[in-house]
């Protein structure tokens, strides 16, 4: 997976930029959720609420030792709960110790589409918030597994001078022809910050790499796959959605999805696409990790998986999705006049400013979102300009509120100094629009 392929949750809270508070009309902001998609591995911070779970996984968590806190981790993803309760997790409990940091792999989760690594990090000296700051998978000949991570859980949050001990999870999204190797390589670098809140530029990275081998055996998750070949086209306001196939593993459902290139719009994700059985039961898009890979107009959705419950049937539902036309797909940035000469006709975008400080030049836009969009965080605009090149760098995308109109998305956009550069043209990658109508097919 490139950094193109990953796509994050919409409603997660992390930690904004440097630079993006520089503008000082926006001081009377009370924040409320802020996000920053500006590296290409994302850092997940995923807020949890108390869910009802199964008798089940309620057994689990009284005798399984050390297992409490792996329950706070995944709950509220039925796959993972299910697969928690059904022994379809496995001790590791191999370690490495550097600068006075034990970083340890406790247990895994493991089948042919995710890894989730359940780790753990004690320090003996004087480190206070240790967190993951950069994170590679190899296989056993040293190669690089493509995979998409995601990483950050709030439990990490964890001042290390009072408990000794912290605990997180890494959840590893494979490519979709890798190969679950027999040993998995993870290589780590940490940052040790004063506080759970500092930004990744506060913080101090650890000289050392902390590196682990896992071992993973075929028995765990052979013959645990199946495929439902879907084959079915769905028009929404005469738009057209075919869906492939779905593939079922025990840590999620991956849902392939092509989008008509005869379309007049584009199509971006849907508000409420669900899998249901004939129960009733609803599996939803997974939150808690990398959520789908691909391209616009090709690509794979992950839910949470019903693996375990052996469903005889199997619907797909959906009502709403964001799109906008085609042809208003760009956003032209005038930087010498500093005013916008191409934007949606149903101007939501609003250019407020733009700051100029040493290379970087950052643009404050304002976007009026949907009254379903006031919880929600998605980025708007690729983080790569459509007409500058920045040596592959991608730009800072940050997000914030206004308690006063909170239907107002104050969106940052910050680039390299732009020079000879008379415009900018940004490629709208999700937009708060939306065509509506209503369907249900059997998919099993």
Same mark, same amino acid.
């Given at each position: 997976?490139?950094d193109?392929?990953i796509?994050t ?6 930690y904004i ?5 520089k503008?000082?009309r926006?001081k009377r902001?009370?924040?409320?959720s ?10 997940i911070l ?10 089940a996984f ?7 030792p ?5 329950v706070?981790?995944? %709950?509220?993803?039925?796959? =993972?709960? #299910? &697969?928690? *309760?059904?022994?379809? +997790? @496995? ?5 490495d ?19 989730i ?9 004087d480190?206070?918030y ?11 000949n040293?190669?690089e597994?493509?995979?998409g ?5 709030p439990?990490?949050?964890e ?15 494979f490519?979709?022809?890798v ?5 998995? %390589?993870?290589?780590?670098? =940490?940052? #040790? &910050?004063? *506080?759970p809140?500092? +930004? @990744? ?9 902390w590196n ?7 028995e765990?998750y052979?013959d645990?796959?199946?495929t ?17 196939k ?13 989008y ?18 004939d ?13 789908s ?10 839910f949470? *998986? ?6 005889e ?7 709403s ?5 085609k042809?208003?797909?760009e ?7 500093e005013?916008?000469?191409?934007t949606?006709s ?5 250019l ?8 970087d ?5 304002a976007i009026?979102?949907?009254?379903q ?11 790569l300009?459509v ?5 592959g ?8 509120r ?13 680039v ?7 415009e ?17 097919i059997?998919?099993k």
């Amino acid at each position: 997976m490139d950094d193109k392929q990953i796509r994050t949750p919409e409603s997660i809270d992390q930690y904004i930029q440097n630079g993006i508070q520089k503008g000082k009309r926006y001081k009377r902001i009370q924040r409320r959720s802020i996000v920053s998609l500006a590296t290409s591995m994302a850092l997940i911070l995923l807020f949890i609420t108390s869910v009802r779970i199964s008798p089940a996984f309620a057994d689990t968590i009284k005798t399984l030792p050390g297992m409490q806190v792996i329950v706070k981790m995944i %709950q509220g993803d039925k796959g =993972l709960e #299910d &697969a928690v *309760s059904n022994d379809f +997790i @496995h001790e590791v409990n191999k370690k490495d110790t550097h600068e006075g940091v034990t970083l340890s792999v406790d247990r895994i989760i493991v089948d042919q589409a995710r890894m989730i690594i359940f780790y753990s990090a004690e320090t003996a000296g004087d480190h206070e918030y240790l967190r993951l700051h950069r994170i590679k998978l190899l296989d056993g000949n040293g190669e690089e597994i493509q995979a998409g991570f995601a990483y950050g859980d709030p439990l990490e949050s964890e001042n290390l001078q009072e408990n000794k001990k912290m605990n997180g999870k890494i959840v590893a999204t494979f490519a979709e022809d890798v190969q679950v190797p027999e040993v998995v %390589q993870l290589k780590v670098i =940490l940052q #040790d &910050a004063d *506080s759970p809140s500092a +930004i @990744h530029t506060e913080a101090r990275t650890l000289d050392s790499e902390w590196n682990i081998e896992i071992p993973i055996k075929e028995e765990w998750y052979a013959d645990t796959r199946e495929t439902i070949e879907i084959m079915e086209t769905v028009e929404m306001e005469k738009q057209k959605i075919h869906f492939e196939k779905a593939v079922i593993d025990p840590t999620l459902i991956a849902l392939h999805i092509k989008y008509d290139e005869t379309n007049e719009m584009q199509l971006f994700r849907f508000d409420d696409l669900k899998l249901m059985d004939d129960t009733g039961q609803v599996w939803e898009p997974i939150q808690n990790g990398i959520i789908s890979s691909g391209e616009d107009d090709d690509f794979t959705l992950y839910f949470q *998986s019903n693996y375990f419950r052996k469903p005889e049937e199997l619907y797909l539902s959906g009502s709403s999705i964001r799109a906008i036309d085609k042809d208003e797909q760009e956003v032209v940035v005038d930087l010498q006049d500093e005013k916008l000469t191409k934007t949606p006709s149903d101007r939501r975008i609003q250019l407020d400013q733009i700051n100029r400080e040493g290379v970087d030049v950052q643009f404050d836009f304002a976007i009026r979102m949907g009254k379903q969009d006031k919880d929600h965080h998605y980025e708007i605009f690729d983080s790569l300009p459509v007409n500058l090149d920045q040596n592959g760098e991608r730009a800072q995308n940050g997000y914030s509120r206004s308690d006063e109109n909170p239907l107002i998305m104050q969106n940052y956009y910050t680039v390299y100094n732009p020079e000879n550069t008379k415009e900018i043209v940004l490629k709208i990658i999700d937009y708060p629009n939306r065509i509506q109508d209503r369907f249900k097919i059997k998919i099993k």
